[in-house]
């Protein structure tokens, strides 16, 4: 079974940084998609930005040029480097995986972006 466990969200200033990271327990060496989702209140669930086994990312236009996703070399863990942060970027940010056919998620951690 794969296990994912979230950290690094707060409160943070407009402009301001924030580093998530999601360590993963379990067999995903063959992982096929690690990725971070968002949702916030009234709001439909997103994807923020992805990797692929094979290392090709991708980015939700919203983010594109201020946040960056990245793994570890063991891929145990993925982050998600937010910069110049707005205050349309708070929501709950929730790590997915995509191994062995089967979706595994993270329990999600507040990002509250507020001056």
């Known amino acids: 079974q794969v296990q994912l466990v979230e950290s690094g969200g707060g409160l943070v200033q407009p402009g301001g940084s924030l580093r998530l990271s999601c360590a993963a327990s379990?067999?995903?060496?063959?992982?096929?998609?690690m990725a971070w989702y968002r949702q916030a209140p009234g709001k439909q669930r997103e994807l923020v930005a992805a990797?692929?086994?094979?290392?090709?990312?991708s980015y939700a236009d919203s983010v594109k040029a201020r946040f960056t996703i990245s793994r570890d070399n063991a891929k145990t863990t993925v982050y998600l480097q937010m910069n110049s942060l707005k205050p349309e970027d708070t929501a709950v940010y929730y790590c997915?995986?995509?191994?062995?056919?089967?979706?595994?998620w993270g329990q999600g951690t507040q990002v509250t972006v507020s001056s």
């Open positions: 997915n995986v995509l191994v062995s056919g089967s979706n595994y």
């Open positions: 379990g067999f995903i060496l063959n992982f096929s998609l």
């Open positions: 990797v692929t086994g094979g290392g090709s990312t």
